[in-house]
């Protein structure tokens, strides 16, 4: 027995050596093509690969394809137009169905062959993935405003975090007259890089102009707020911020209105999602609910906004995009995040280099994008929210993309004073 | 056990065969594939050290875990606890060097283990996988809220395998094996492996020896065993302990492969899917879990990367059509289905079935559990005949 044993262990020895000497795997080297542009990852003589890795059948599926759609509109534009740095750009998209190991797994798959990610959604996602962007060198654009996000040099963050979209909401509301010094204010939110961060904000603005907070974290698995509500309601709150879901926010506004707390609710942007407006409750939403976003709604009220229109519905007659895509604001989002991401790979096409290093300092010199379905965005200090200014945005069930634009906040004084 | 070459059988000389094939195989894996599949494959591995020990829990002692995840998770977040830097102002850390820390995760695993193993001594059957399914619950919220600990949802991050400055599951410090980059993964494999061989070792030891059989006779007849003068409770709860060690080891890979940990990943579908991988494997075989371990690990990936080429399946989802993730959800649920229906020992069942097809005889080793109502306890079908 022992004798075999040894024979078996010293074959093992032997052959695993005589084929890893045989091994190809040699490393790659940075590559410089004709056009004197150097590339490494992910770009070839005529194409820019890049990827999205997201959840397409579980939660997040219908916003997530709207987002796909977003980029897929902005890269068709450009293509149409001749490309990017004389290439095509192509997008490779994958579903994690939320699953943070799953997309850990796909993001091994596709970094060898993309340069960058137009889309990472989810954050546990996000999270589980920034070790490993960091370590590839990777630029992902999320779909997310934490500033838990923030100073990462591959975290690509486009538009006004949730903590000063909420400072700035929370100005408006006292400019408007509709909220009033010495009040108190309501905050739902979900524990974590949304709410929480969201919160951050809420009280920084609290103790800056004069409110009190009455703040309840509930988590995802509560949908039915009426106890929270209630509680709101005998603290006698004059307005209510939702950092949660959309049926957090159909319990919110369903308990609100059977308590007669006529009182301005205010989400950020993935707590609204249009098809409340068609609930029970959709009238008391339209009357009272606020969104406050950098992003702009959908529909064709400007010239870029139009642009995306038109690129959804020719998307839509040609295929690319799913039939049963129901376009939100995401789409605009989906088009902003690739915008960034093209003025990017112009800039660094600019400077000779589409290397990922290269995708990097671009991006990092990125002053003044005007995305034009977005706040104007900056990204020369990664450790500050690329915007600081938010839109206050009205459900409406008549329009297009089932709300409208009602004020720009621009930077209020507040959120000027804000750290992240 | 002193047989000389010669004597030695041609059937155990296959096996000697296949072992050294196998292992040769592993060994070069690194040398030829692309980082992504070693990336799957040690996460094949990571899982199967779990599988492996949920397997000798429920195939031979009988005791039914929904809570398997928990103690992976426990594993996981030991090793982040006790290898984290002392000096973060947010979360705990002890600062350990991290190969004491990857040990004391498994420790740290095999102690919650033997705190439960109380209520698993007592329980059996569908109560206990009712009394441990408590656990996930209770395991979701203390990830979630014990923010110094765990990070809270936020997460927390993972300190590399290293001994001294040679980082095992790290990219650092830069070297070459024959002209080959050895980077994380290629690192990570060989640890991996490492790790897998000796859980095959211990556990078939255990199934094998003095302690499995006790199991198996506690399994079949608890009554029986007692007279047999088994130590029932001692035994089952040692049968939950060691499980638990083999969860945490698990969770000591899954981490240094993550590199970040998020309370999602440790949830219900993690337990849910360690059952999985032991009925296909066929519940009790070692070999099965490892089988079983591949399949479920990387089968939703394969589908989800392999499958755009089909006509009904978009990426995007759109009309008439499926997205990856769902095809391999709904291949992935009716594989079980109609491995349960099919042959309900699993892997380890239809190959038992083939190697006695092809005439060598099997080696005389623990016969396995095919299917019994978990409800009673009491073996509802006759075990197969070696």
Known sequence: ?420 | MFSTLRTRSRASWIRLGSVTLALVLMIAAPFFAESKWLFLGILCMGMAIGAIGLTVLVGTAGQLSLAHGFFVAVGAYGYAFLAGSPEDPQLWGLGWPPLLAATGGVVLAALAGLLFSPVAARLRGLYLGLASLALVFIGEHILATARPLTGGPNGREIDPLAIAEFQLSGNDPDFSVFGVPFGMNERLWFVALFGIIVAIVVASRIVTGRSGRALQLLRDNTAAAAAMGVDVQRQKAEAFVFSSAFAGAAGVFLALSYQFIVPESFGLTMSINFLAMIIIGGMGSIGGAVAGAVIVTALPTLITLSSVALPFVSQTGGAGTITPGLLSQIIFGAAVIAILILEPGGLAGITRRLVRRIGFPTPAETVPIHSRTIGDGSPTRIKEKI
Request: hydrophobic fraction near 45%; charged fraction near 15%; glycine fraction near 10%.
């Open chain 1, 1 to 420: 027995m022992k004798r075999s044993w040894h024979v078996s262990a010293a074959a093992t020895v032997a052959l695993s050596v005589l084929l890893v000497g045989c091994s190809s795997k040699v490393e790659s080297a940075v590559e410089v093509d004709p056009g004197s542009v150097k590339t490494d990852i992910g770009v070839t003589a005529d194409t820019i690969n890049l990827g999205a890795i997201t959840d397409l059948s579980n939660v997040y599926g219908p916003l997530a394809k709207a987002i796909v759609a977003g980029n897929q509109i902005y890269f068709d534009g450009r293509n149409a137009d001749g490309g990017i740095c004389g290439r095509q750009v192509a997008i490779e998209v994958q579903d994690h169905a939320s699953d943070p190991q799953k997309a850990l797994t796909l993001f091994q798959a596709m970094q060898p062959n993309v340069l960058a990610l137009t889309q990472l959604l989810g954050s546990p996602v996000i999270k589980a993935l920034q070790p490993t962007l960091t370590q590839t060198e990777t630029t992902a654009a999320v779909a997310s405003w934490s500033g838990d996000f923030l100073d990462d040099d591959y975290v690509l963050l486009g538009g006004t975090t949730y903590p000063i979209d909420n400072i700035n909401a929370i100005s408006y509301l006292l400019d408007e007259g509709k909220i009033a010094k010495g009040d108190t204010i309501g905050q739902i939110y979900f524990d974590g890089d949304f709410g929480g961060n969201a919160l951050t904000g809420t009280e920084f603005a609290a103790e800056e102009l004069g409110l009190t907070i009455e703040s309840v974290m509930i988590s995802p698995k509560d949908t039915d707020l009426a106890a929270q509500i209630a509680q709101l309601n005998s603290a006698g709150v004059t307005a209510i911020f939702v950092a949660a879901g959309p049926k957090q926010l159909a319990s919110v506004a369903g308990n609100a209105s059977a308590l007669g707390l006529d009182v301005p609710i205010v989400t950020n942007t993935p707590g609204y999602n249009p098809a409340l407006l068609t609930t029970p409750v959709g009238a008391f939403i339209e009357s009272n609910v606020l969104i406050v976003s950098s992003v702009l709604p959908y529909g064709d009220e400007t010239e870029t906004t139009a642009k995306v229109v038109a690129g959804f519905d020719a998307g839509v007659t040609a295929g690319t995009i799913a039939a049963d895509t129901v376009p939100t604001e995401e789409v605009n989002y989906g088009y902003a995040m690739a915008t960034v991401l093209g003025d990017a790979l112009d800039t660094a096409c600019v400077n000779g280099d589409l290397t990922r290093a290269g995708l990097t300092k671009a991006i990092n010199s990125l002053s003044a994008i005007s995305t034009g379905v977005t706040t104007d965005l900056d990204f020369t200090d990664r450790a500050l929210s690329p915007s600081t200014e938010s839109f206050i945005i009205s459900p409406s069930s008549s329009v297009l993309g089932k709300a409208v634009l009602v004020a720009e906040t621009g930077t209020s004084k507040a959120a000027a004073a804000f750290s992240k």
